[in-house]
Every structure is written in structure tokens, then in C-alpha cells.
């Protein structure tokens, strides 16, 4: 482990030398890119420090007791050795963690799109309880949300709303989010008190920059509309909403959100280019099998992940059998404690895969 440390703590030197030239700073992706691989191993490097001083207080404290010659030291070092030995002990599988190869896209940030499933209006309004809860999450890590599109259910919520999240490390968290949430609850149309079973497909989709996927604007074409729904001035009199038809998938994007045609179209653009990137990576991950086995975080976009029981307030995720009976505060955006046992799943089943590495 050592020598992986070493490895790292080399590079991390080079990477630290690199960040401060005029020509890395005046480029900024690159700079962007080093500063993000600069930060992760720093905390291997800080780490891989306070397991050398733990391997060197071992070995002094080994080096007493073979001495022999003084009782009072001998019996402090024993201590001192056990004390060594424990935190050694735990490090080393924090390091084994760390050294897990990360996903380049987990740093990116992300589009969501929430619809409605089977249900009618009960499960539009429940894709609303679930933006809720993703925004009121989003809110208290201190990412911002913003909405590209919206169809409103007839009796609220949402048959469908597209949403942008930025932040740090936006993607590794919420892509354990992918796929089919069910709820079961009384509806508030239902009059003999009897528990409906409804659903919302949930897509989450790593941001994909120009130089992640080449957009050819060929086969693109752009209709602009007025826009629909509430409107007021300059709202549905202007030719600013966008809709794209790309020609090879027939993926058809919408975005009228803005009162600017041209942010509009960078807005739809956006969640045209991710949608295009997230087909080419479910490709790559299918294609790697070490990685479909691990990956709790995607798969079957139609296998159902998590069920909304209301009136046992309970929420189950079916992936990885975790029971809570915390229904109202995950509904609320408490959501975090779901993702780390998820989180926690993958990194088991992906150290498994890569004990190679250590």
C-alpha cells in the first residue's frame, strides 16, 4: 500500500507544480481538470502521512519491547503498539477506498427529468413530491436548481419537468436516483380510502460539455413557437421557445423557460447534448461487465428502485433490501442517508473488483 501512496504522492507533486504555471492557469478546463485531480489526492497524500507515522510508531514501539531493558518503557510501548496497530488497521481500509478508481463524470453536474408514470393525475402529483424533495436536497447541500422545462398535471404537479443541479460532485450523488420510484398511498380523488399504487421514472444525466459530445447541428433542426400556459407581456407573443428534433434518434427537446430565444436554445441544447452523452455511456457500461455488476446507480431505466409507502411510512429500496420508516423526512429532501448505504453498496462490490489495485 506504501507503494501506491508513493505513486500517488508522485503525481500529486507533478500536479501541484503544473497548477501554478501562467500557461495551465490562462487554460481553463485544464486548469479545472488538474485542480479536481490536485484535491483528490491531497486526501490520499494526507492520509497516506498519518499511516506511515502509525506504520513508524510500530516499528519503535517493537523496537522497545525487543529491547527489553527498561520495564516502564517496555509496558508504554505495548500500549502504544496496540493503540498503533488499531489505527493502522482502519486506515488501511479507508485507503483501499480511496484508491478505488473514480468515475470521471461523478464530478459533473447534472440534468434531471422527472415524469409521471402509471397512475393518471395521482402520479403526476407524486413526480411533484419528487421534485420537492430533490430541490429541498439540492437546497441544503448548497446546489443551485434550475428548470428547463415543466408540464403541469391537470390536478398539480407535473407530468414532466426537466431540471439543471450544480454543484460539487453533483453526479456520483444523485445518479443513485436513476429509475423507477413507486408510491402507494390514498389519493386525495379517492373517496373509499383505498390505497392507489402509482409511478415516476426518474432520469439523471451527467452534463455533458462540448468537448464530452460533438453535437453535429445538421442534424439538428430548431422549431421556434411562442410559448404556452400562464403568459403575460412579451411571453406568448414572441417566437422564444425552442423545440429541437435531433433527425438520427428522434429525441425531441423543449425549452421555453426563459423570456430569451437564445438562452432558450442553450438551455434545450444542453439537455440535448447530455441525453446524446448518457446513451453513449449506458453503451460503455453495458459493454463492461465488472462494472454492471457493481453499478446500483444504473441498469434498467424501467426496473423499478424504490417504493413511498404512506400509510406503513416506510420507504424501501428494492436494490440493495434498506428499510426506513422515516417517510416524512425523506419525502421532505432527507434523502442522504439512502445514498450513503448506496454509495456505500457500490464502493463494496467496486473494491471487490479492483483488489488489484492495492
Known amino acids: 500500500m506504501l507503494e501506491k501512496i508513493q505513486i500517488i504522492k508522485q503525481r500529486f507533486d507533478e500536479v501541484n507544480d503544473l497548477i ?3 500557461d495551465i492557469i490562462s487554460d481553463q478546463k485544464r486548469y479545472a481538470k488538474l485542480m479536481k485531480e490536485y484535491k483528490d489526492f491531497k486526501l490520499i497524500v494526507d492520509k497516506g502521512a498519518v499511516y506511515k507515522e502509525a506504520l513508524d510508531n510500530v516499528a519503535e514501539a517493537e523496537e522497545i519491547i525487543t529491547d527489553g531493558s527498561d520495564d516502564e518503557m517496555v509496558e508504554m510501548a505495548k500500549m502504544q503498539l496496540d493503540e498503533a496497530k488499531d489505527t493502522i488497521e482502519k486506515l488501511e481500509e ?3 477506498f480511496m484508491l478505488i478508481p473514480k468515475d470521471p463524470d461523478d464530478a459533473k453536474n447534472v440534468v434531471v427529468e422527472v415524469r409521471a408514470g402509471t397512475g393518471g393525475d395521482e402520479a403526476s402529483i407524486f413526480a411533484g413530491d419528487l421534485f420537492r424533495m430533490y430541490s429541498k436536497y439540492c437546497s441544503d447541500k448548497g446546489w443551485r436548481v434550475d428548470v428547463v422545462s415543466q408540464s403541469d398535471g391537470t390536478s398539480g404537479g407535473f407530468k414532466e419537468v426537466i431540471f439543471e443541479v450544480s454543484g460539487e460532485d453533483v453526479y ?8 423507477v420510484h413507486r408510491v402507494q398511498r390514498v389519493p386525495q380523488t379517492e373517496t373509499q380510502g383505498r390505497v392507489h399504487t402509482s409511478a415516476a421514472t426518474v432520469m439523471v444525466l451527467p452534463e455533458a460539455e462540448e468537448f464530452d459530445y460533438e453535437l453535429d447541428m445538421t442534424e439538428v433542426r430548431i422549431e421556434r413557437t411562442t410559448s404556452t400556459g400562464p403568459g403575460g407581456q412579451s411571453v406568448n407573443t414572441t417566437y422564444s421557445a425552442i423545440k429541437l428534433h ?7 427537446v423543449s425549452c421555453q423557460d426563459q423570456k430569451s430565444s437564445h438562452k432558450n436554445l442553450e438551455k434545450a441544447l444542453k439537455v440535448l447534448r447530455s441525453r446524446l452523452y448518457e446513451r453513449e455511456l449506458a453503451k460503455r457500461q453495458a459493454a463492461d461487465s465488472e462494472k454492471r455488476k457493481s453499478m446500483v446507480s444504473s441498469g434498467d431505466r424501467s426496473a423499478k428502485i424504490r417504493t413511498y409507502n404512506y400509510p406503513q411510512g416506510r420507504v424501501t429500496d428494492h436494490r440493495i433490501g434498506l428499510t426506513l420508516y422515516d417517510l416524512t423526512n425523506i419525502i421532505n429532501g432527507d434523502i442522504q442517508k439512502i445514498i450513503d448505504e448506496l454509495m456505500l453498496a457500490e464502493n463494496t462490490e467496486l473494491l471487490k473488483a479492483n483488489d488489484d489495485v492495492i
Do not use: D, N, V
Open 20 to 22: 501554478i504555471q501562467p
Open 94 to 96: 479507508e485507503i483501499r
Open 246 to 252: 435531433h433527425e438520427p434518434t428522434g429525441m425531441i
Open 172 to 179: 456520483g450523488t444523485l445518479k443513485f436516483e436513476a429509475g
